[in-house]
């Protein structure tokens, strides 16, 4: 043993950069550590995902493998007590030693995945790495909204919606078959229109309709794993009919006060009157003044009293 390290000793008198070498690679021996091919991996919905765990160094042969998801401040077992858990028991399995395959993913899947290797047998016990997995989503045909029939001058605002894609996708609008650059003002060509287009919520803003905003309007939402839009619906732009507006508020009007006359005439002739009130007045007519009756023994039998008074 003396032997060796005298010849080391020698060696690096006249090797100085391999002694270096050797002190350096004494001290890695004894400690475990990790590494991953990649730690931001991203996939498609219902594909396969592999999450790259590898162990670079380590003494011990059959050290303690550990996967945690963590999600939504939550962490939960993925791998332990050497067999998979939770909703991944019969969708994943280890690649190799400590790798981890995620087979038919879907957006739950999308978190952080802790990898933890314990070796008892090394100076250094433990590392840990931590990948990302993002699961895409293909969007769905968004939901749009377009009105039928607008007047010239008027603000309108036509509304385009997609829930299910990830990441959150990005919204165009056509109009014809032709893409609606974000804001008219910008271009030329649409130097007689007067609209905005957010991109991010899908709306599509008319501050003044022209005629030339008539047309077929449909709405596409895209993201990174794909696009899908929505049925095309036409909007009319008419002008406004002010000498018909006018023309139609003089006419009812003119109801209005014939309705109210032929009320007021009906009244006064007594075509209102209740059936009650009529019967009383048939019953009980009016008696001349100065006349006086009297009922005789037989009923309904009336004589004269009574003269005129003069």
Known sequence: MALRQR????????????????????????????????????????ESAVLSCVITDSQT???RIEWKKIKDAQTSYVFFDNKIQGDLAHRAELLGKTSLKIWNVTRRDSALYRCEVV???????????????????????????????VPVGKAATLYCQEKEGYPQPHYSWYRNDEPLPKDSRAYPRFKNSSFVINSETGTLVFSAVHKEDAGRYYCTASNDAGSARCAEQRMEVY???????????????????????????????????????SEESYKNPGRPDGVNYIRTEEEGDFRHKSSFVI
């Open 61 to 63: 042969n059959n050290p």
């Open 239 to 277: 002008d406004l009919n002010i000498g018909g507006i006018v023309g139609g508020i003089l006419v009812v009007l003119a109801v209005l006060v014939l309705t109210t006359v032929g009320i007021c005439c009906a009244y006064r002739r007594g075509y209102f009157l209740s059936s009650k009130q």
């Open 7 to 46: 010849r080391r000793l020698q060696l690096c008198a006249w090797l100085p950069d391999f002694c270096l070498m050797l002190l350096f690679r004494g001290c890695l021996i004894g400690a475990v550590n990790l590494k991953s091919s990649n730690q931001n991996p991203v996939v498609q919905e219902f």
């Open 119 to 149: 070796a008892r047998n090394d100076r250094k016990e433990m590392d840990e790495i931590v990948i990302q997995l993002t699961v895409q989503v293909r969007p769905v045909s968004p939901v749009c909204t377009v009105p039928k029939a």
